[in-house]
Nanobody, 126 residues
Framework: QVQLVESGGGSVQAGGSLRLSCAASRYIYSTYCMGWFRQAPGKEREGVATIDSDGSASYGGSVKGRFTISQDNAIFTAYLQMNSLKPEDTAMYYC????????????????????WGQGTQVTVSS
């Protein structure tokens, strides 16, 4: 069954905003960090953001200051607020379950994905 379902993508002009949503299952949400990555045609996937259960967030350098990841623990949903969009942000955006790693006596969101959704297309025109 589908356990990660993205929505909210679309077409927007440069400088505009979009808010993506990701509905997860209870199990996925509680087991993994939630994250977003994107992939444009001909390019490798690029990590966009991750968020841990305590709300701590990390971002890829290209989106820092423009994107915000958040979550609603009551409904197992993650969000990606994207502001000041640029044409280079055009990509398929995927919600992902991010594996945790144990390091330094603490759990951290890692870089490996346990799974991801079907994706939602974001197109930014100039």
């Amino acid at each position: 069954q589908v356990q990660l379902v993205e929505s909210g993508g679309g077409s927007v002009q440069a400088g505009g905003s979009l808010r993506l949503s990701c509905a997860a299952s209870r199990y996925i949400y509680s087991t993994y960090c939630m994250g977003w990555f994107r992939q444009a045609p001909g390019k490798e996937r690029e990590g966009v953001a991750t968020i841990d259960s305590d709300g701590s967030a990390s971002y890829g350098g290209s989106v820092k200051g423009r994107f915000t990841i958040s979550q609603d623990n009551a409904i197992f949903t993650a969000y990606l607020q994207m502001n000041s969009l640029k044409p280079e942000d055009t990509a398929m955006y995927y919600c992902a379950a991010v594996k945790r790693i144990w390091n330094g006596g603490r759990w951290h969101c890692g870089l490996e994905y346990a799974g991801w959704g079907q994706g939602t297309q974001v197109t930014v025109s100039s």
